[in-house]
Each structure stands twice: as C-alpha cells, then as structure tokens.
C-alpha cells in the first residue's frame, strides 16, 4: 500500500473531505456522468482551480474516494501489520472481499459503473501493500521478479475477490484459506497452520 504522507496539512485534509462529501451527496442525486467538476466544486464551496490542485479530473477524485474507503477497511484488518507473513496475507485477501462484497451490496446504478475504477484502484493497492513485504522478505530478489510477483498475486486476490463477492460459494474464512494456498507460491510463503 501507498504509505501515506506522515501529517497531512490541515487545509488540504479539510479540502478533501468537502470533495468526497460533495461528491457522494451529488452521487445520490444523479448519475456519475452527470456530475461535472463545477457541480462538485459548486457543492463543497471549493472553486474549480483548488479542485484541479488536488485532482485532475472526476475520476482521480473517484478513485481517491475508493482508494480512502478501502485503506480504512484494510487499517481496521490488518491492524497496522506490513509485510507477507500468512496472517497478514490472509487479512489482506479478507479485507478485499470485504470491501467488493460491500460494493456488490451499495447502490446497483453506481455499481456497474464503478466496478472497473474499484478493481483498477484496489489491484494497484494491494500491488504496492505487497510489493512491501516482498522487499523485506526477498532482499537479494531483482526488483524486476518482486513487481511481478506482486502485480500476479494483487490481481489473482483481486480477481478471487470479485468472484467470491458475487456468489459467496464458500465463508470468508474458507475462502481466504483457498486464495492464500493459491498465491502463497508466488510470495514465495510457507502456508500456515489452520
């Protein structure tokens, strides 16, 4: 995961949550392509050119929203552990299905719009969040081999994600346990004891 900035300033904290609120209320009133950047600009009483300071467009504000609500699911699941030790992997794999599953159960106008920018943002995510413990527990590994065992596992866990989110064939837990034994060869862990 992107490690966020250690303190962020005030003014720009502030800024940001008018957006997201703005945007999340113009969300319940009309469709996404709707919405234009003056509405959003218009709605949280900030003006154009600071919006265009934080975002470039709607959709980097889209993704910033969902980047925000996934990070604060994956903070509460992992409770602050980095890495890719099995626990933390498993948590990581719970806390993405938790989050599509919850997708899957919001707002069905939004969703299939969504859904691309949710699965691109969260794949990059958990890229960078494992792309972390693999530094620290394959050092003497090109960085070339640990962006791909990356990129693989993110989309693999991903893609498990969205399948369980729609059918939930199997609970959570049994799930997890399923995916984990998956990319554990390419994160090169040992599985643990269930």
Known sequence: MKPAPAVLDPRIKRTRQLLHRAFNELLAEKSFDEITVHDIAERSTVNRATFYDHFPDKFALLEDIIAESFRDMLEVRMAGSIGTCPESVKQLICAVCD???????????HQRQFA???????KSLLR??????????????SKTELELR?????????????????????????????????????????PYAT
């Open 99 to 109: 989050f599509f599953a919850d997708m899957a159960s919001g707002c069905p106008k």
């Open 128 to 141: 960078d969040f494992l792309l972390i413990g693999l530094r620290e527990t394959m050092p003497g590994a």
């Open 116 to 122: 691309p920018v949710a699965e691109s943002t969260i």
């Open 150 to 190: 990356a990129t693989m596992a993110s989309w693999a866990i991903c893609g498990a994600a969205l399948e369980w989110s729609h059918t939930k064939t199997a609970s959570l837990e049994a799930f997890a346990d399923s995916v984990f034994l998956l990319v554990s060869t390419t994160l090169q862990l040992q």
